[in-house]
């Protein structure tokens, strides 16, 4: 019998399409949450929505079922689903916390698009739109039609705040964090690894700490993973910070450290961040913020 790719190909297809169908219409995801923590304190702040597809199922990672998803073009009913099973578990969740949660700006553009679906779900859930962040990813950066920006006014018309994910893996990161001046930039993965012996890293890192604080942007390192790591960041007034240190991404979510555990000591304090520090210790000093 002869081989041939496109019958593979095709065969292929058809088990994706079976079971994407298989998990949509039997709602057949897992929201995670992972933890973000206050490097300063040490207290958790929030979480950032995640979704897997069903244990040992073809399309378990997010890759490979946002992937099927885009080839049979269903992304739009696919992450309409994770944010209904994210924000229904959410709500189960201790009550005042934040939630990151994942919105691809593109899908604004589709016919398809329901407006105002997030803020009728939050509504009905008992959620404040306060306590809920819409996280844009530079995988979708702003472009000529303005697709990004239109997300931007249509969630901020609403009283979502904004973050955008993944800085420093695209292009136009600075570009999107001047046009679109979000309340929380998070700075991608591959900066924070092995920042403690990358003086390069640093100084980057350090750059965009020094501009958060200029516009009052609430700056968020992704993949923290070693103590040397929370620490250097710690000494860059790093304000947030989310990785497998810090917890991992859980249907029942908890911080992996406790709260004595994540703060720095006063020595690792940096700039006016120690200066606070000290004045809240020393006597008489308890107005000296400069």
Same mark, same amino acid.
């Given at each position: 019998?002869?081989?041939?790719?496109?019958?593979?190909?095709?065969?292929?297809?058809?088990?994706? !399409?079976?079971?994407?169908?298989?998990?949509?219409?039997?709602?057949?995801?897992?929201?995670?949450?992972?933890?973000?923590?206050?490097?300063?304190?040490?207290?958790?702040?929030?979480?950032?929505?995640?979704?897997?597809?069903?244990?040992?199922?073809?399309?378990?990672?997010?890759?490979?079922? +946002?992937?099927?998803?885009?080839?049979?073009?269903?992304?739009?009913?696919?992450?309409?689903? #994770?944010?209904?099973?994210?924000?229904?578990? +959410?709500?189960?969740?201790?009550?005042?916390?934040?939630?990151?949660?994942?919105?691809?700006?593109?899908?604004?553009?589709?016919?398809?698009?329901?407006?105002?679906?997030?803020?009728?779900?939050?509504?009905?859930?008992?959620?404040?739109?306060?306590?809920?962040?819409?996280?844009?990813?530079?995988?979708?950066?702003?472009?000529?039609?303005?697709?990004?920006?239109?997300?931007?006014?249509?969630?901020?018309?609403?009283?979502?705040?904004?973050?955008?994910?993944?800085?420093?893996?695209?292009?136009?990161?600075?570009?999107?964090?001047?046009?679109?001046?979000?309340?929380?930039?998070?700075?991608?993965?591959?900066?924070?690894?092995?920042?403690?012996?990358?003086?390069?890293?640093?100084? +980057?890192? &350090?750059?965009?700490?020094?501009?958060? &604080?200029?516009?009052? #942007?609430?700056?968020?390192?992704?993949?923290?993973?070693?103590?040397?790591?929370? !620490?250097?960041?710690?000494?860059?007034?790093?304000?947030?910070?989310?990785?497998?240190?810090?917890?991992?991404?859980?249907?029942?979510?908890?911080?992996?450290?406790?709260?004595?555990?994540?703060?720095?000591?006063?020595?690792? &304090?940096?700039?006016?961040?120690?200066?606070?520090?000290?004045?809240?210790?020393?006597?008489?000093?308890?107005?000296?913020?400069?």
């Amino acid at each position: 019998m002869q081989y041939r790719p496109s019958q593979h190909y095709a065969a292929q297809q058809a088990v994706e !399409r079976q079971t994407l169908e298989r998990i949509l219409t039997q709602r057949q995801l897992v929201p995670h949450f992972q933890p973000i923590m206050d490097l300063r304190n040490g207290t958790l702040i929030g979480y950032e929505a995640l979704i897997r597809g069903p244990a040992g199922s073809l399309l378990q990672s997010p890759a490979a079922l +946002f992937g099927a998803a885009i080839r049979q073009g269903r992304q739009l009913e696919l992450e309409l689903l #994770c944010r209904t099973l994210s924000l229904q578990q +959410f709500a189960a969740l201790p009550a005042g916390s934040t939630l990151f949660l994942n919105v691809t700006a593109s899908l604004l553009s589709s016919p398809d698009h329901q407006r105002g679906f997030t803020a009728d779900l939050l509504q009905q859930l008992g959620i404040p739109v306060e306590n809920i962040v819409i996280e844009l990813s530079e995988q979708h950066p702003f472009d000529q039609h303005g697709l990004t920006r239109a997300a931007v006014d249509h969630y901020r018309s609403m009283g979502f705040r904004i973050a955008i994910d993944d800085l420093g893996t695209g292009y136009s990161g600075l570009k999107l964090w001047s046009e679109l001046q979000p309340e929380f930039v998070k700075i991608d993965r591959h900066f924070i690894h092995g920042i403690s012996n990358d003086p390069v890293k640093r100084e +980057f890192v &350090r750059s965009i700490s020094q501009i958060g &604080r200029s516009l009052g #942007c609430h700056v968020l390192a992704e993949g923290i993973e070693q103590l040397d790591e929370l !620490r250097t960041l710690q000494t860059m007034d790093i304000e947030l910070g989310q990785g497998y240190l810090l917890g991992r991404p859980e249907a029942r979510p908890a911080p992996l450290l406790s709260p004595r555990q994540i703060r720095p000591a006063l020595h690792l &304090r940096s700039g006016r961040a120690a200066r606070r520090a000290l004045a809240a210790l020393l006597p008489g000093t308890q107005g000296y913020s400069r």
